[in-house]
């Protein structure tokens, strides 16, 4: 049986506000440890029958990069939610709630 390993380093400030988040994974294309401004994490508990969210991110991202992060990572559950049930329908209404992100993204930019 394959292993894979997943790790994460967060270097946290003197209020606990991430500084760094490096991360590493057995099965990356390209070998070492990378910097990211941000991760997501769920985690399903089945016992209890809800979800363990760790959402963070450093002081150095930005909040425009902050919303396409966000946009990004429920466009893909749309993706996981449709391969992994056939639920086409609600896999189209997430899309959906993106695309809208995205003009509300971009609008919110030119008034800026």
Do not use: Y
């Not at 380093?9 to 209020?15: E, N």
């Amino acid at each position: 049986m394959k292993n894979s390993k997943i790790n994460f380093s967060i270097s946290l400030d003197d209020k606990n506000v991430p500084d760094s988040i490096i991360w590493s994974a057995t099965d990356k294309p390209v070998d070492g440890d990378e910097n990211t401004d941000a991760i997501a994490i769920s985690v399903w508990d089945n016992t209890q029958h809800s979800t363990l969210r760790m959402d963070l991110w450093t002081k150095e991202m930005n909040v425009d990069d902050m919303k396409r992060f966000t946009i990004d990572s429920i466009g893909g559950l749309a993706t996981t939610i449709e391969n992994a049930t056939g639920d086409k329908i609600m896999a189209d209404q997430i899309h959906e709630l993106c695309r809208n992100l995205v003009k509300h993204v971009k609008a919110t930019q030119k008034e800026a």
